[in-house]
């Protein structure tokens, strides 16, 4: 469990051709990441994240199926971390989340995020 200083959070990522890395769990070789625009990789996270508000689909389930981070396979699960672990946009967008809600669409040099602090 985070301690009172850490959060806790699931994200889903989506890499395009300007992340750091173009490489991912389900994308070994870069070629779709590296085809994909950051203008594409957020219209595809803004889709996903109606869907989820909405209720049309569950956030760890599509995390499992479509994020770019090996934490797919923990629906997304970052665990706790504390300031200074997570490159800044996400950490500053995370603390600044209630538990339980869901960001908008959040720019790191990984590639675009959506997050749902748990904890």
Known sequence: MASRD??????????HQGSR???????????????????AAVEQL????EDIVSGKANF????????DCSSA????DLGPFGRGQMQKPFEEATY???????SE???????????KRTA
């Open 6 to 15: 850490q959060v806790k959070a699931s994200h889903i990522l989506i890499k």
């Open 21 to 39: 890395r173009k490489a991912s769990w389900k994308d070994p070789e870069g070629k779709i990441i590296m085809t994909t625009t950051r203008e």
């Open 46 to 49: 803004k889709l996903i994240r």
């Open 60 to 67: 760890e389930d599509v995390a499992t199926r479509v994020s």
């Open 73 to 76: 396979k923990r629906g997304g």
């Open 96 to 102: 600044a989340l209630k538990v339980g809600d869901i």
């Open 105 to 115: 669409i959040v720019d790191t040099d990984s590639g675009v995020h959506i997050i």
